[in-house]
T-cell receptor
Framework: GIQVEQSPPDLILQEGANSTLRCNFS?????LQWFHQNPWGQLINLFY???GTKQNGRLSATTVATERYSLLYISSSQTTDSGVYFC??????????FGTGTRLQVFP | KAGVTQTPRYLIKTRGQQVTLSCSPI?????VSWYQQTPGQGLQFLFE???????NKGNFPGRFSGRQFSNSRSEMNVSTLELGDSALYLC??????????FGQGTRLTVV
């Protein structure tokens, strides 16, 4: 079936470090999104990025649709970046298929 | 602009009871989707409504149902609750099937 693979599953960083999170998709991407789940459970939109590159402050994302993967870059990480990061796509099916997430812990 | 609003935020129910969760989408959004998140299964799609019609349904038993009203607000209902229904239920709204925006979720505990 259609899958979304995220790596790494866990990431531990010291404040100030940079990191790269990756998503691989088993089919052509359509409405790719990156989310950050906060400690209260809400999924916060980071990027809507079916193709190309976008930047928002210390975060940026790149999707290479032809190769079915997307990368999320976090630079100069802060403790507030801790949480779980998800990527998802709907594969043109009206429902989002989520990856299993990357759990990021940033220590001071 | 108000975001997606889910009520209640927390709920404790007993096995066998039923529960109704509510979701108010972002103004102007006509698509509302529901997802269940559990530690073991991750985020799984329940159903999606657009203009009061269910367009897509996930692989959940018939005890899970939903509906959408003419103002795009949506409710989901779970009957005959089981312990395994304990989860975070998330609602998302979108405009024309593009970027989805999520509410804060309802955390359901079945005891």
């Amino acid at each position: 079936g259609i899958q979304v693979e995220q790596s790494p599953p866990d990431l531990i960083l010291q404040e100030g470090a940079n990191s790269t999170l990756r998503c691989n998709f088993s089919d052509s991407v359509n409405n790719l999104q990156w989310f950050h789940q906060n400690p209260w459970g809400q999924l916060i939109n980071l990027f809507y990025i079916p193709s190309g590159t976008k930047q928002n402050g210390r975060l940026s994302a790149t999707t290479v649709a032809t190769e079915r993967y997307s990368l999320l870059y976090i630079s100069s990480s802060q403790t507030t970046d801790s949480g779980v990061y998800f990527c998802a796509d709907d594969y043109n099916t009206d429902k989002l298929i989520f990856g299993t997430g990357t759990r990021l812990q940033v220590f001071p | 602009k108000a975001g997606v609003t889910q009520t209640p935020r927390y709920l404790i129910k007993t096995r066998g009871q039923q529960v109704t969760l509510s979701c108010s989408p972002i103004s102007g959004h006509r698509s509302v989707s529901w997802y269940q998140q559990t530690p073991g299964q991750g985020l799984q799609f329940l159903f999606e409504y657009f203009s009061e019609t269910q367009r897509n349904k996930g692989n959940f038993p018939g005890r899970f149902s939903g509906r959408q009203f003419s103002n795009s607000r949506s409710e989901m209902n779970v009957s005959t609750l089981e312990l395994g229904d304990s989860a975070l239920y998330l609602c998302a709204s979108s405009f024309s099937d593009f970027e989805a925006f999520f509410g804060q979720g309802t955390r359901l505990t079945v005891v």
